[in-house]
């Protein structure tokens, strides 16, 4: 304490040590009574610091009460969640699986029938839309620009994809159709924009269809694919009315991995499909017996 004392530094530090030294003291003293102890303090410690200061520093510790400082552990906050300025909404990518109500059906309800149905022992046999083909002819519509953007618009509009142009194979004089030149457009569709389109269809177009009976289950190619026709493709809600010029069908194509026609059209009507009541049986292929000729060679047919 001496060498604080005397030390050329400032006077809080040497302040700081007195009332340490004195805290030490007045801990360890047996004595209970705060003069005698401030008093023993002074006779030991007054050729080295000044009584009066000794004094007010004891009675002022011996006055004021012990403050503890009570340290508690307090949690950072959890930070808010980010709030994106911008209107687009981020969809998580199960949740977008999930809003495409008629794939979600089909996984979670029509994949297990027809697994029992027909004896599927690996889920990957159960058939399946491998994709839907939509062909729109535009007739004479290709010697008009305008006729044939239109067209490509409205087909984008009710797909949701950029069609694409298909072209003449050869050239036809009666059609007043050459080699090459656009005759029609179409649009492959895959993946939840088919089945979406595939939703549209089923339950906007196809009901609102002028004498609509139901849908010809005979239609099938022998390999599980149907296919089928629209008259007018302003059944979609997507056309407006003030929009549709001359009234133009289209035709769907739908390409499912099922082995055989039973399989595919189980499949499609389990998806809501509106398939007519009493058609064929689709896989039985009638063909018609071959009639023999009437008019035979009288040379053919003798025995020699």
């Not at 004891?58 to 300025?85: F, G, M, Y």
């Not at 620009?145 to 298909?166: C, W, Y």
């Not at 569709?189 to 139901?214: C, H, W």
């Not at 289209?250 to 389990?270: F, G, H, P, W």
């Amino acid at each position: 304490m001496v060498s604080l004392w005397h030390s050329p530094f400032s006077e809080e530090p040497r302040l700081m040590a007195v009332a340490n030294a004195a805290s030490f003291y007045l801990s360890s003293s047996s004595s209970s009574s705060p003069s005698s102890s401030s008093s023993y303090f002074c006779t030991n410690f007054s050729s080295r610091v000044p009584s009066r200061f000794l004094f007010s520093c004891l009675n002022a510790r011996v006055r004021t009460p012990t403050v503890r400082a009570v340290v508690t552990t307090t949690t950072a906050p959890t930070p808010a969640p980010e709030v994106s300025s911008s209107p687009i909404v981020l969809v998580d990518k199960a949740d977008a699986d999930k809003s495409n109500r008629l794939k979600t059906n089909y996984l979670e309800k029509v994949v297990p029938i027809l697994k029992e149905e027909f004896g599927y022992k690996n889920i990957h046999q159960v058939p399946k839309i491998e994709k839907i083909v939509v062909n729109c002819g535009i007739g004479d519509a290709h010697q008009n620009s305008k006729g044939l953007e239109a067209s490509m618009k409205d087909l984008s509009l009710i797909t949701g994809q950029k069609p694409v142009k298909t072209t003449a194979k050869k050239s036809i004089a009666s059609f007043k159709v050459r080699e090459g030149t656009t005759v029609g457009i179409a649009v492959t569709l895959r993946r939840n924009v088919m089945y979406s389109f595939l939703d549209r269809l089923i339950n906007l177009a196809l009901p609102r269809t002028r004498d609509f009976q139901g849908l010809n289950p005979n239609s099938f190619d022998g390999h599980g694919n149907y296919s089928l026709g629209l008259p007018d493709k302003s059944v979609f809600p997507e056309m407006m009315f003030e929009a549709v010029g001359k009234s133009r069908g289209m035709d769907v194509c739908i390409t499912t991995s099922a082995n055989t026609d039973k399989e595919a059209q189980r499949l499609l009507a389990l998806l809501g499909m509106p398939f007519k009541e009493g058609g064929q049986d689709p896989t039985v292929v009638v063909r018609k017996k071959k009639k023999k000729g009437q008019y035979l060679d009288s040379t053919k047919g003798k025995k020699a």
